[in-house]
């Protein structure tokens, strides 16, 4: 064994953290990791990169990254980041979360920070269930599949989170699942050197609680399901790609437009005197 | 062309409560505001909204109370002073991340215009109702700072009191006012710059390396690293250790609890203020806060026209409640009297704190401001 | 001067609120007296009932409210039902006659004096301005605030471009009182 490799994400992960709390087979690992190459690749100053999530077992995030982490309550990274971003404009501010923390407890914060247009970068982990509760259904939870809360099929229609992310006003929106590791690392480095509110959606496996009950085998199985039946469709209308239990998966980009941001629009008010931002 | 205001209005101006608020908030450094519209405390975000782009500031006027809490925190871990102002139905949304910032240690301020209660109550009438809930409306166990004004020049007072605290003790420090001082209106004298004395957090003494984001000083406190400033700050709601890491166990969450409380109850003669009048030979006391303190001074300077031996004890701050002072009261006095606009809530702390020593009478009020006449009348009572 | 209380009663839209916020800002800032202005509103912005009151006067003044009052300005028939039983024996009562009918009788002490504000205003020019007729009534049939500090408070609280037609509108009124109480300009 050879202890004295360095491990490329070394310096961006905090060592002494190890090991996660993620199960394995879980998407996580690997999703996280596109994050790091792609926040190394974007050249960004990591002294100006944060990282923000809410609860859930991708809200663990934060505590691994080697930058400034803000892991706050279930369902308020985004306007925990808007104030963080907009108090000081110069940082990068990425929110790495899920699909229950961002779109059902967190879904009003979601679509009005994308209505703004503030200047934050949305990566969401969609597992289809709230794993860290044990695995029951959430707002993207296929029709029919079978978690805790929905033992005979569930019955709710899904958000089509991508669809929900353009109708919203994001100004990048993107779907890949966790074995597109390089356009899924490439797409995230595009987004954190784009102005505007960027989302990213990762679908990724959950063998633990979503996998077992809906018959989807190992984690591995799931990652070799999204390689036979993810259709790469770019610029799409997002309308067109929603995901169902055993259908295909449409990935992609889906938007990618500029307009002002929520900063850009602010008012300017001329003949201003001499009151700059007070850092405290 | 319009005139820009500056960041500190110095000179006498004809201001309500909440528009003495804005201007104490700006003059305090705040540079970021985020709020939703709710009566009667709206005013307070309108005024920002002209304010803010004045001062080079950011207003944003977020979809609800739980993300106006969360943002303010959020700006205020990039190093902005940042505040929100709500009433009930906005302050109980408001609780949980109120939790957040005492558990990440983030100043701030809230401040509540309280109007009557329960749900959607009484929203242009007043109340003093949110008292307790000011106290222990987050769930756990923690300490708050709470400064009840009674004019609008003490809107802008405490609201700069407010700023000092929060920055000193790390936490967000409430405000609690109500509807008759936030919409009432009087001379607010607004200082120069230089006779407003202003406290910022202290800001890590080390090396990156060597940083710990919640390893206290002497007086409990961590010193607080920003977003941006280089240090990798790691936070969480989560029971943590000194790194900031999350640690699951009684060991770790005892420690930390007991810090949380520490830095306010072992420095409360630093933050408790109180004002008194005519209590050194008082036989009865009027115990008040907020607007009730106004009807308080008129029927205790009645009472003293009449020959009763009456005082005023008014809590500048409610939380950490004073229990050694009413305690000290209770030993020499026939009677504390305590009116609320509520149906008795600091009369409960009252009672606790004079532990036997003395009669406690409540003077419970709904929806309006006690009369001066309604106290004196007890006062009177309680004399004979 | 020993604190006075002051009442000013209408429906909303007339400007009730501004004629008290006029009123206490001249008080407080210009003529350096203490004052202390509520109000009572109902849900509605507009044709509710609405009230300000003002306490000014050079003590401190605890007590907020206004419990009984000296002065009362009338602006409609409902605030005129609603407040005339409250007025202080040997108080001042001023309304605008078109909008309020007298339905009581007074004490000889107390001095009753009526203005038709909002016609006097429509002449003007602008029926928003009755409030400031009000004013110029009030200060001086009152003489409890000087003109010069009623005027700059008016100039620094109407929107620009109107200052002259409010300044107009309070000089109506306070004509008007001069001659409703033959004192001289």
């Known amino acids: 064994m050879i202890h004295s490799e360095v491990h490329p994400m070394d310096s961006l992960i905090r060592k002494d953290r190890m090991p996660h709390i993620w199960c394995s087979g879980c998407g996580l690992g690997t999703n996280f990791t596109c994050y790091l190459e792609a926040l190394k690749k974007s050249g960004i100053p990591l002294d100006k990169c944060v990282i923000v999530s809410g609860i859930g077992c991708a809200g663990r995030a934060p505590g691994y990254t080697n930058i400034d982490s803000y892991h706050t309550t279930h369902g308020r990274a985004i306007p925990f980041a808007t104030g963080l971003k907009l108090a000081n404009p110069e940082l990068s501010v ?74 919203s006003g994001a100004v990048y929106v993107a779907r890949w699942t966790t074995i597109h590791v390089r356009r899924l690392a490439s797409s995230i480095e595009e987004a954190l050197l784009k102005k505007g509110f960027t989302f990213i959606e990762i679908i990724s496996p959950c063998p633990t609680n979503f996998g077992r009950r809906n018959k989807l085998g190992e984690g591995l199985d799931e990652l070799k399901y999204y390689r036979n039946h993810s259709i790469i469709k770019h610029f799409i209308d997002p309308k067109e790609a929603d995901l169902t239990l055993n259908g295909e998966i449409i990935v992609g980009k889906f938007v990618d437009i500029d307009k002002p941001t929520f900063l850009d629009n602010q008012p300017d008010l001329s003949q201003k005197q001499d009151n700059k931002v007070t850092k405290t | ?98 939790g957040l910032g005492i558990m990440m240690e983030i100043p701030a301020v809230l401040v509540n215009i309280q109007r009557g209660g329960p749900s959607t109550g009484l929203p242009t009438i007043t109340g003093q109702q949110d008292m307790m809930q000011a106290r222990w409306g987050s769930h756990g166990d923690y ?30 420090v409430l405000v609690m006012a109500d509807e008759i001082v936030g919409h ?34 002497a007086d409990h406190v961590p010193p607080m690293a920003n977003a941006g400033d280089g240090y990798k700050v790691i936070t969480t709601g989560l029971t943590h250790d000194e ?91 026939h009677a504390l009297i305590v009116p609320e606009i509520n149906n008795g809530q600091i009369v409960r702390e009252v009672e606790r704190s004079a532990r036997g020593k003395t009669k406690v009478i409540p003077i419970r009020k709904f929806a309006e401001m006690h009369t001066p006449q309604e106290i004196f009348k007890v006062i009177k009572e309680v004399s004979k | 001067m020993k604190n006075i209380q002051i009442k000013i009663g209408g429906f909303g839209g007339q400007g009730i609120v501004l004629a008290g916020y006029i009123l206490g800002k001249a008080a407080s800032i210009h003529d350096k007296k203490n004052a202390t202005l509520t109000q009572s509103y109902g849900p509605e912005s507009r044709g509710g009932s609405c009230s300000a009151q003002l306490i000014i006067g050079n003590d401190e003044i605890d007590y907020p409210k206004v419990s009984q009052p000296d002065i009362l300005l009338i602006m409609s028939q409902e605030a005129y039902d609603k407040f005339t039983p409250e007025l202080t024996k ?23 004096h009526s203005i038709p504000a909002t016609r006097y205003a429509e002449e003007i020019g602008k029926k928003v301005v009755a409030n400031i007729i009000m004013l110029g009534f009030f200060t001086a049939i009152s003489g409890l605030i000087s003109p010069d500090a009623m005027k700059k408070s008016i100039r620094s609280s109407t929107p620009s471009g109107f200052e002259e037609l409010n300044v107009k509108a309070f000089d109506r009124g306070y004509e008007s009182g001069l001659t409703k109480t033959n004192q001289k300009k």
């Open chain 1, 94 to 167: 990425t929110i790495f979360s899920g699909d229950g923390d961002l779109f059902a407890i967190g879904g009003n914060h979601f679509i009005h920070a994308a209505r703004r247009n503030i200047d934050i970068n949305i990566i969401c982990i969609n597992n289809f269930n709230y794993g860290m509760t044990g695995g029951q259904f959430g707002s993207t939870t296929p029709l029919g599949s079978k978690t805790t809360t929905s033992p005979y099929g569930n019955y709710e229609h899904p958000f089509n989170l991508v669809y929900v992310a353009a109708a």
């Open chain 2, 1 to 98: 062309m319009t005139m820009i205001r500056p960041a500190i209005r110095t000179g006498e101006h004809f201001f309500n409560g909440d528009v003495a608020c804005a201007e104490g908030a700006i003059a305090s450094g705040c540079r970021f505001f985020a709020g939703y519209p709710i009566t009667p405390a709206t005013e307070i975000a309108e005024a920002m909204s002209a304010r803010m782009p004045e001062v080079d500031g950011i207003f944003i006027q977020m979809e609800d109370e739980i993300a106006s809490m969360n943002a303010i925190l959020g700006a205020s871990c990039a190093g902005v002073k940042s505040m929100t102002a709500t009433s009930g139905p906005g302050f109980s949304l408001m609780m949980e991340n109120f």
């Open chain 2, 143 to 172: 300490e708050v700072i709470a400064l009840s004004p009674c004019s609008p020049q003490e809107m802008f007072d405490f609201t700069i009191k407010a700023f000092n605290l929060s920055e000193k003790y790390r936490l967000p």
């Open chain 2, 184 to 217: 009432m209106m009087e001379k607010v004298i607004i200082p120069e710059k230089k006779d407003i004395h202003l406290i910022s957090r202290k800001k890590p003494a080390v090396a990156p390396e060597e940083y710990l984001m919640y390893q206290p000083e």
């Open chain 2, 243 to 333: 790194k900031g890491y999350p640690a699951m166990n009684a060991e770790a969450h005892e420690k930390l609890i007991k810090r949380l409380c520490d830095k306010i109850i072992k420095n409360r003669s630093d933050i408790i203020e109180y004002e008194e009048r005519y209590i050194d030979d008082a036989e009865i006391v009027v115990i008040t806060y907020g607007i009730p303190a106004r009807s308080t001074l008129r029927a205790v300077k009645d009472a003293r026209n009449a020959g009763i031996k009456a005082g005023m004890l008014r809590l500048i701050t409610v939380w950490p409640f004073y229990e050694e002072k009413v305690f000290e009261l209770a030993g020499k006095t």
């Open chain 3, 90 to 112: 040997g108080g001042i009562l001023l309304y605008d006659e078109d909008l309020a009918k007298p339905t009581n009788n007074f004490g000889k002490t107390t001095r009753v």
